[in-house]
Every structure is written in C-alpha cells, then in structure tokens.
Nanobody, 121 residues
Framework: QVQLQESGPGLVKPSQTLSLTCTVSGASITTTIYAWHWIRQPPGKGLEWMGFMAYDGRTYYSPSFNTRTTISRNSSKNQVSLQLKSVTPNDTAVYYC?????????????WGQGTQVIVSS
C-alpha cells in the first residue's frame, strides 16, 4: 500500500513561487512501477493534471502549466516536489500528489489527501 502526504504553505502571495512536497511511504519513488503526478482542483472546478515524474527522473508537464511548473525529487527522503512560479489567485486550489502504475495488468492508483493552497495578498 502506497501512502502519499502533501505538505506546504496554505497561503501564498501573488507573484510568489508555490512549493509543495509529497512524502511517499510504502514504495520507492525510483521504482519502475509508478509515476508520480501532481493534480489540482480549483474551487468549483474539476481536476487539472499538472505533470508527472517518471521513475528515472524524466518529467512531463501539461501544456497549461509547462512554463511555470517544475517537478523534482529527493530520493534520499523519498519525496517528490512541485514548484509553481508566478502564482495568481487563479492558482488557488487543493493540490494532490498521485502515484499511478500498472503491474501485472492491474492498475494501481493512490492519492494523497490533498493540501489546500490559497493565493491571496
């Protein structure tokens, strides 16, 4: 069972950089089974996929976030991080970390509980 815990500041000022961390337990972030995703949900809207990091450290970003987003990792701490630059109030959302993979023809899909981020001066 993979467990994910997001952490970060609940309040960020406009134009600043948002930094979130996902601490993973139950699996190594370098395992070939999972990719590590960041997804958010603005108030009253659906889920928005932001990007992911593969087991080998390669990253893939949604075109909607490509210019502002960086996903990185700390293998020694088994953490995956998200940085979102130049935030605006439109970046107010619940941010989720997700582990998704297919093993033995079976999908595995784990979510953190999410962390609320408000962008406001």
């Amino acid at each position: 069972q993979v467990q994910l815990q997001e952490s970060g500041p609940g309040l960020v000022k406009p134009s600043q950089t948002l930094s979130l961390t996902c601490t993973v337990s139950g699996a190594s972030i370098t395992t070939t089974i999972y990719a590590w995703h960041w997804i958010r949900q603005p108030p009253g809207k659906g889920l928005e996929w932001m990007g992911f990091m593969a087991y080998d450290g390669r990253t893939y970003y949604s075109p909607s976030f490509n210019t502002r987003t960086t996903i990185s990792r700390n293998s020694s701490k088994n953490q995956v991080s998200l940085q979102l630059k130049s935030v605006t109030p439109n970046d107010t959302a619940v941010y989720y970390c997700n582990a998704y993979g297919v093993f033995g023809h079976r999908p595995y899909d784990y979510w953190g509980q999410g962390t609320q981020v408000i962008v406001s001066s």
